[in-house]
């Protein structure tokens, strides 16, 4: 079974530049997560999905970042103007059994994304 | 709020020996903790969880945990240690709602 998918693996752009993320998820994993961490710090918790639907998307820093997914398969993260405080790596994750909070999730490689 | 404590930014240890990796954790109501691991220009990968039961639990690699609710405590530990342990730990604990709390990281180094 392929495990969670990302791409790019890497992404430079410039500060104003638009960029967008995919995250392809475990086949039949209804529970899709964006996370992120800049370096040397905690990886943060951006957003959630059931399925097509925004569970939470407490963590999502401002409204340069707009993430969708849908269909319920595969999800985007766009971050339009990208900033240089926007440099990091983003890590997306997926999971079963949509509630069950003892499940763990499954993490993708990451998309480092450097802002110049 | 929630939160993840891992006081150590890096551990050394000999190859053979034990190693023990720390974690602290502040919830509400009752915690699900998690380790992973992340090998360089990998993702992160699950090692092991503690969501109920036995205080001490079992995960991949040989690696253990230890529940500790009176100390706030889940340390992560292995009797001995390989080379290729050498990789960054994550801790992360969940309660109320889905998202992982991530604590920032431990690096670890085994030395031969």
């Known amino acids: 079974e392929a495990g969670v998918t990302q791409f790019p693996s890497h992404s430079v752009i410039e500060k104003g530049q638009t960029v967008t993320l995919r995250c392809d998820p475990i086949?039949?994993?209804?529970?899709l997560y964006w996370y992120r961490r800049v370096m040397g710090k905690e990886i943060k918790f951006l957003l959630h999905?059931?399925?097509?639907?925004?569970?939470?998307e407490s963590g999502m820093p401002n409204n340069r970042f707009l993430a969708e997914r849908t269909g319920g398969t595969y999800s985007t993260l766009k971050v339009q103007p990208a900033e240089l405080e926007d440099s990091g790596v983003y890590f997306c994750?997926?999971?079963?059994?949509?509630?069950?909070?003892?499940?763990?999730?499954?993490f993708g490689p990451g998309t480092r994304l450097t802002v110049l | 709020a929630q939160s993840v404590a891992q006081p150590e930014d890096q551990v050394n240890v000999a190859e053979g020996n034990p190693l023990t990796v720390k974690c602290t954790y502040s919830?509400?109501?009752?915690?699900?903790l998690f380790w992973y691991v992340q090998y360089p220009n990998r993702g992160l990968q699950f090692l092991l969880k503690?969501?109920?039961?036995?205080?001490l639990v079992k995960g991949s690699y040989g690696f253990e945990a230890e529940f500790n609710k009176s100390q706030t405590s889940f340390h992560l530990k292995k009797p001995s240690a390989l080379v290729s342990d050498s990789a960054l730990y994550f801790c992360?604990?969940?309660?109320?709602?889905?998202?992982?709390?991530f604590g920032k990281g431990t690096t670890l180094s085994v030395s031969s």
């Open positions: 994750a997926s999971s079963q059994l949509a509630g069950v909070g003892g499940n763990e999730q499954f």
């Open positions: 999905f059931v399925k097509e639907s925004k569970q939470d």
């Open positions: 919830v509400s109501g009752n915690p699900y």
């Open positions: 086949s039949g994993h209804d529970n």
């Open positions: 992360a604990v969940r309660s109320a709602g889905t998202a992982l709390i």
């Open positions: 503690y969501i109920t039961g036995d205080n």
